[in-house]
């Protein structure tokens, strides 16, 4: 071989390894490219000055946190009332449908925060989880909280259970409330109390949605969608859901004062004593599934308010189980609903104008619904004598509604318990009185003139 064929065969070699070269560097470079693509869904990670818009940094948290409790195969669902709020708005689903571009209309709101809840069961402590978080940047903060599942009047020395979650990145949040089935099949989230050492500047505690107080939830369905090219869970109907989030306040009942009260006045163990509680509390399931299914609001009050709130129970004696309603609640139906349910009328008093009370026969259990009147501070409900026609009229202040739990069922009750409870049995309310007049013993009677003959037969009806 010659010296110039050598160098023409080397000359060659050299630009065909420069060519492969350079095409894998192009090529390498596209992959990279394509990489960074796909991995943000076609958000453009970075604006003209070099940093994430906040909602595109909002974005990217929840992208990172979606997929960390993904791969521990924790199902968290989206309970953000903003975002849900959102998604119930129609101009909001027409413009999103009408975006070509990657965007964030549901899940990046106006807040830093988005807000999850997972159920308390499905959770377990796996270090793997909290390295992963780590490893994604993600710093946690854990809240615990008593458990009050174990909270019976036996045992007052209840364990420490998360409560809540809550995952920062970059001052951006995930909040996760968990909730727990309680014995009345309903979900409960605790509230969210910063201990002392805990760092109160992590979030802005003050406007989240979930832990002020504690809140209840009847176990929705849910449904898994993409929302802003993330796979979600979220409540089928979530404008339901919503619903609840407004009036979802719950209180647990006072255990202690309870356990306090029976040391005091031993319970009643009689037979008879704990064939009446039993009744009462299948009577007080079915009253609650019958006014549900009317979607009527119903709360806990005179005997069977004071039961939950003195002791946490069912006073054996009490005789009936009371309900009150607000009167814009009433509807025409209730009679029959409860009839169809096998519980006869056995009087209505008053009117809807004025003093309506319906009485309803279970088995050997009375159950007394009083409707309740607005006016100004105070409400009332009012009673009616059938043989005088004298009226009565029962006063209090004015109140809101929380859930509790008696009975293994979640039920209203007047969020202000005590002061509810003191206008109607008066100061020494914690002290048991077995002989009760309706008309005379409660402390907030007042006598309200006589039923005008001529309206009996509409507003005393005794069967
Ligand atoms: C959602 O729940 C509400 C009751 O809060 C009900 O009126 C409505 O029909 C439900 N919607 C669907 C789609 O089931």
Redesign the pocket.
Known sequence: MSATGLMARINRTFVLTLLIAASSIFLLFQLFNYRQYSSKNGFSALNSKGYLSGKEAHWHLLKKFLGLVHRFKLPVFLVDTVSLNLLSQDAVLYRDSQLKEPHCSFLCTHRDFTTFALLGNLWKYDTALLDAAAERGLELLEIHGKDPRLNSMDDLTAKEIPLHFLFRFNSRLVHVVVLYERSGKYLWHGPLRLKDSMDRTFAPFGKLDFGRHAGAYDRPELILTTLDGLDVRIP??Y??FL??HSSSCFLECRCREAKAFYQLYPEDTSTEAMDFRMKAKSLLHLASKVLSVL?VPFWLSSGTCLGWYRQCNIIPYSKDVDLGIWIKDYRQDITQAFQKAGLPLKHKFGKVEDSLELSFQGNDVKLDIFFFYDEGDIVWNGGTQAKSGKKFKYVFPRFSLCWTELMELKVRVPCETEDYVMANYGPNWNVPVKTWDWKTSPFNVRENGVWPVREWDEVVQVY
């Open positions: 089928k109907n404008t339901r619903h609840e979607g």
